[in-house]
């Protein structure tokens, strides 16, 4: 594995061919996010967007939890920076940039074009959700609670939770009563509402089936895989006949794979032909 993908927040390891296991690395705080673990989830995702041997990700919280979402203590302290600036005009800034740097760090989860399974245990609260927004699939264990627990802390969620959930749950109903309440919800709900799509019994079974299954994506045609990424990115955030146009063009140049003429080669009617 590069040497290069050492964080002070985030442990990173390749355990098979093509899969990275990226764990938030402050166990003791809970995985709390402070400003140098957004930082360190952008610089990451960056670098695995690019790596040529990453084909698919396990994003997962190290210790007896996912994420307690933001550090209280960061945000605190952020809040109280604007405090010190005496221009109302001059403050708005400040918290738009605050605001516009930690957004920034959870879209370079979302634009990583490599697919991006969450595997999720014990507590996953506010900014944790932004963050699995931020991934293609979602696994859990059966111990965790979530919370939307934003409005609870006086805010409307502003890094992912109301900006890309809307787009793939399944049950508004459902959601929006989780989002002006911020009341805790099981794996059941969560299910319900489409946020997750399965449920293990422990942490090993939970870590074991979401690395099965970034394995069996990495075996796949890597063009075709990143390119279904993003186009279904894409088609998420545009109407019909942009995505038809948008599709046509990155195929122009994505059909010149030799992936295509060695999957064809290998259909079992070539095979049985090249017999005769
Ligand atoms: C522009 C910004 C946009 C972003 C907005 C994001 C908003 C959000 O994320 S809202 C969610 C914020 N999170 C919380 O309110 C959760 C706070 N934590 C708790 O309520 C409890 O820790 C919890 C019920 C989750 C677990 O309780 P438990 O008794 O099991 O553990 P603790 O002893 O409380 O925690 C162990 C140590 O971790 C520290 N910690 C946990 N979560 C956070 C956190 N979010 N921020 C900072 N620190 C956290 C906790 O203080 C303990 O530390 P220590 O005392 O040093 O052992």
Not at 55 to 82: E, H, K, P, Q
Not at 160 to 168: C, E, S, V
Request: a neutral charge; hydrophobic letters at 40%.
């Amino acid at each position: 594995m590069s040497s290069s993908l050492v964080y002070e927040t985030l442990k990173v390891s390749q355990p098979k061919p093509h899969v990275f296991l990226v764990e938030l690395n402050r166990p003791k705080k809970l995985n709390a996010m402070n400003e140098q673990l957004f930082n360190d989830l952008k610089t990451c995702f960056e670098q695995l967007n690019k790596h040529d041997e990453c084909r698919a990700i396990v994003l997962t919280g190290n210790g007896r939890t996912f994420s307690t979402g933001i550090d209280i203590m960061y945000l605190s302290n952020a809040a109280a920076a604007s405090v010190e600036i005496d221009d109302v005009a001059r403050k708005v800034l400040h918290n738009r940039n605050m605001i516009q740097r930690i957004q920034e760090c959870l879209r370079a989860v979302d634009r990583c074009e490599k697919p991006i399974i969450a595997a999720i245990h014990g507590f996953c609260l506010g900014a944790g959700i932004d963050l699995i927004a931020c991934c293609d699939i979602r696994y859990s264990s059966s111990d965790t609670t979530f919370s939307i627990k934003e409005v609870d802390m006086g805010l409307a969620a502003d890094v992912g939770t109301l900006q890309i959930l809307p787009k793939f749950v399944t049950n508004h109903n459902i959601f929006r009563e989780l989002v002006y309440t911020s009341r805790k919800f099981d794996t059941n709900e969560a299910q319900q509402i489409g946020l997750i799509s399965r449920v293990f019994d422990t942490r090993e079974a939970l870590l074991d089936a979401a690395m099965s299954l970034a394995h069996l994506i990495a075996q796949k045609s890597s063009i075709a895989v990143q390119g279904s990424k993003v186009n279904l990115n894409y088609a998420r955030d545009h109407n019909v006949d942009d995505n038809f146009t948008f599709v046509r063009t990155w195929n122009s140049g994505m059909l010149l794979t030799e992936d295509i003429v060695n999957s064809i080669m290998a259909t079992p009617v070539l095979k049985e032909k090249s017999k005769l």
